[in-house]
C-alpha cells in the first residue's frame, strides 16, 4: 500500500494529512480556508488520492503559513508514500479545460524539484484566499514531492475557473504519473535511482 502519514508542528501552523496514492477520490480537507479547501477537494477527486487534511494555521494573519505548509505536508507525504519510486510511469502531462479556462500541467517525479509557474491570475482574491497563494502552494508542494512541475494557462478570463483548472490538471496528472508499469523493473531512469 502506497500511503503515508506526515504531521508538521511550527509556531506558525499545525497540519496533519494521511495520503492514499491508490485510493477512490475521498477527501477530509479543513483548512479554514473555504476556497483552498475547495481546490485540495478537486485535486483528491480527479487524482484518484484519498486525503486527509487538517491544518489549524495563523488565519488571523493571512492564509500564506497555512497554504505553504499544506503544499509542504504535501509534498512530503507523496515522497513517503511512493517510497522508492519503483515501477512508476514518473511523467504526467495533462490539459483541462474549465469552461473559458485552459490549464496544461505537465510534471516529472524527478528528485529534481522546479516550479515554472506561467498562470495570469486576474483578481487578488477568490473568496478569502489569497490568489497569488496558488504559486507558493505549487512551489512549497514541488519542492517537497521532489517534482519539476511546469503549470501553463493556454486560456482563461475567470480566476475561480483558472485555480480549478490548475488543481484539476495537477491531480490527474499525478495520477498518471504514479501509475505502476508492468514493464518497468526497477525505476524509470537510466541512473538506476529517481
Do not use: W
Amino acid at each position: 500500500m502506497r500511503n503515508a502519514d506526515i504531521q508538521r508542528k511550527t509556531a506558525e501552523t499545525a497540519i496533519t494529512a494521511s495520503l492514499a496514492i491508490d485510493g477512490t477520490g475521498n477527501s477530509e480537507i479543513a483548512t479554514g480556508i473555504g476556497f483552498f479547501d475547495h481546490m485540495l477537494i478537486l485535486f483528491t477527486k480527479h487524482g484518484f488520492f484519498d486525503l486527509k487534511l487538517a491544518a489549524d494555521g495563523d488565519l488571523e494573519v493571512d492564509g500564506h503559513h497555512t497554504v505553504e505548509d499544506a503544499g509542504i505536508v504535501l509534498g512530503q507525504a507523496f515522497t513517503k508514500a511512493l517510497g522508492d519510486k519503483s515501477g512508476i510511469k514518473r511523467y504526467g502531462t495533462v490539459f483541462v479545460p474549465m469552461d473559458e479556462a485552459l490549464v496544461m500541467v505537465s510534471l516529472d517525479i524527478s528528485g529534481r524539484p522546479y516550479l515554472a509557474f506561467d498562470v495570469e491570475i486576474p483578481t487578488e482574491r477568490i473568496g478569502t484566499f489569497d490568489s497569488e497563494l496558488t504559486e507558493e502552494f505549487l512551489r512549497a508542494f514541488a519542492v517537497h514531492a521532489g517534482l519539476t512541475l511546469h503549470v501553463r494557462l493556454l486560456a482563461g478570463k475567470n480566476a475561480h475557473h483558472i485555480v480549478e483548472g490548475v488543481f484539476k490538471a495537477l491531480g490527474r496528472a499525478l495520477d498518471e504519473a504514479t501509475r505502476k508499469d508492468e514493464r518497468i523493473v526497477g525505476v524509470m531512469s537510466t541512473k538506476g535511482m529517481l
